[in-house]
């Protein structure tokens, strides 16, 4: 088991990470003090439910915990003003009060939309975060919790740091192959940001990781989290340095947003990002090697590296607009000068970005 | 002008009260570096805004602000949800960016809004408050902003602190008789709870706050906010301290949540609170005086004393056990000991309450 201790003052938190932490999750909560009189509430979808909410429950319930549950659907369209309605009807109902704890149990979205549930019920209750996805070591870390505006994602939201986080490897074990592959880029992002030793270490041990082998993937996830944390710790409320973790956000996020429904995953979309990123990079002066090693970890582990012909590039760039890094009509963008490192610029043209995103279309 | 500043570390910030502060608005604004560049959203309700919204909106932008506007119904239903989606699309729409500014225009329930919009917009972007009534002068300090549910108020919500609170004593001549004398339910309260010198002086000035005579105000409100600045600055996120401003509260609440609509204002549920609280404090060893003084500045200032004969007592108390200040089903209420100070008991009987709601329908 890994521990790791994400600094924020007093808002630190640990992330415990290993194989089977859910099944003795209540000695995890007693460790930290979660309330007994006062309801804890699980949130969980509709996917992750039906193989660990139960158990779960019970492990807590024969801990002596009061346990209320609520499930989500699955997807993206959970994280909404309406979801947050009912999910405070049922905390209401279950009697949840200030010393209640609301626990997520899934992936991002839950942990989103869980996590701002924690934030603004009574004005901010505990939170306990379970990521059951690979993708998930990232919101896990640096408490951003948000639900989606039909206009814009993740817009309505709140910094909310956990009490703990509990990453159990096994419930990674069932995740589909496709959902490993997009949850891999997150964690290959904080290696290109950070810390090229970790980018070389996933090349080599791209095939571990695509077949869920637990020690390469706690490995994986300790570093991948660690990254984020360092960052995080130094910049919570994302005034500078946080900006970092934006690496191929600005235009991954828009071709998420031009994407049919689950056309596209975040962590395949903020792929191609990196690439537009890694390529924007070697033409503002960064030596080659800042693509063709981003390029290669990236093919290492399954991701796409290229954005499909039939995406609409004014479509993008529109979208691109939208998005909420824009400060001041700026535009701000995050930019690789060598691996494990990057910079911040605001002087990136949008006709620059618009190149860069109709070679993304194109074989190199 | 007087100035007032809230003491809460770097979300400290100043309460300006004076005559004539909305129409050198921007002098303000200037001084606390609103930003020029990204748009204000000005937020109001349809009856304020009628009088005072065009004029404080052409004064910034005059001094070169970029100001965009949304006006929500009157009246607490506008605490809702959905008002905040609505309001989100305005926001968006007009562009405001992470150093806009989101500017409250109106009484409590505008601030509570339009205060909540702001902590959440983005994660949280710049606040100000511009209170046009007397009862707003309490949750313009202390940064609780909040929306309702239906089964609960101010259950969904933050804690988020103005850049600046600008409290125009002019927008006050406008209030209706029956507000201003809810209004100053809340004044009275910062006395009963803090200083027993305050409470003489505001018998002695009823008839002068009741008139809206201006220097009287000012002296009231800048007094009132002091007593909440000064309890919030020791205890910015309500841990014990902050707990005492809900002197009349509980009951208040509850009748609250009883009446039919527009049946009771806010400031006239907890004056019929704070009578209760005061017989709750004489039952249980205050001096008599805190009744008969807690009743003749209540009366001085035209606020009732008596819970009218229709209310049902049942319904009140099962009202009052949904409250959010129960904490692990222990019932927390604030008794009065002396004018002018207050303790905080958590070994009251539901009975007890429940025969203090009864008399406070009778004649004493």
Redesign the interface.
């Known amino acids: 088991m890994r521990e790791l201790k994400v600094d924020l003052g007093d808002r630190s938190y640990p992330i415990y990470i290993g194989e089977g932490l859910l099944a003795e999750a209540s000695l995890y909560f007693d460790k930290h003090s979660i309330?007994k009189?006062?309801p804890v509430l699980i949130i969980s979808d509709a996917t992750v439910a039906g193989t660990y909410l139960l158990p779960l429950q019970q492990q807590l319930e024969s801990a002596g915990y009061r346990v209320a549950t609520a499930v989500v659907p699955a997807g993206e369209s959970s994280k909404s003003?309406?979801q947050?309605?009912e999910l405070?009807?049922v905390a209401?109902?279950a009697g949840l009060?200030?010393?209640s704890t609301i626990v997520a149990l899934g992936g991002g979205v839950v942990g989103d939309l869980a996590g701002f549930a924690a934030?603004?019920?009574?004005?901010?209750i505990r939170f306990v975060q379970i990521p059951t996805t690979i993708l998930a070591h990232d919101s896990s870390v640096g408490g951003?919790v948000?639900v989606n505006?039909?206009?814009?994602k993740n817009?309505?939201?709140?910094?909310h740091q956990p009490e703990l986080v509990l990453y159990d490897l096994n419930t990674l074990q069932t995740l589909p192959p496709r959902e490993v592959r997009a949850g891999l880029a997150e964690v290959v992002k904080h290696g290109l940001i950070w810390d090229e030793t970790f980018v070389q270490w996933c090349v080599a041990h791209a095939e571990k990781l695509l077949s869920l082998e637990p020690e390469a993937l706690g490995y994986a996830l300790y570093n991948g989290c660690s990254v984020k944390a360092e960052v995080v710790s130094r910049d919570e409320?994302e005034n500078d340095l946080r900006a970092i973790l934006n690496l191929g956000h600005t235009i991954g996020h828009a071709i998420e947003a031009v994407a049919g429904y689950n056309e596209i995953l975040h962590g395949e979309a903020i792929a191609i990002g990196m690439i537009g990123s890694a390529r924007l990079g070697v033409q503002l002066g960064a030596p080659q090697e800042v693509y063709t090693v981003t390029k290669q970890v990236l093919e290492a582990c399954g991701l796409p590296t290229r954005l499909p012909a039939h995406y609409d590039v004014d479509a993008i760039m529109e979208a691109m607009m939208?998005d909420?890094k824009?400060?001041?009509?700026s535009m701000v963008f995050v930019v690789p000068t060598a691996i494990g490192t990057v910079q911040i610029r605001s002087d990136v043209q949008a006709s620059m970005v618009r190149d860069i995103v109709e070679q993304l279309k194109r074989e190199d």
């Open positions: 309330s009189k006062s003003l309406q947050l309605q405070v009807t209401l109902e009060d200030r010393k934030a603004a019920y009574m004005r901010g951003k948000a505006h039909p206009l814009a817009i309505i939201g709140a910094f409320k939208h909420k824009f400060q001041e009509g």
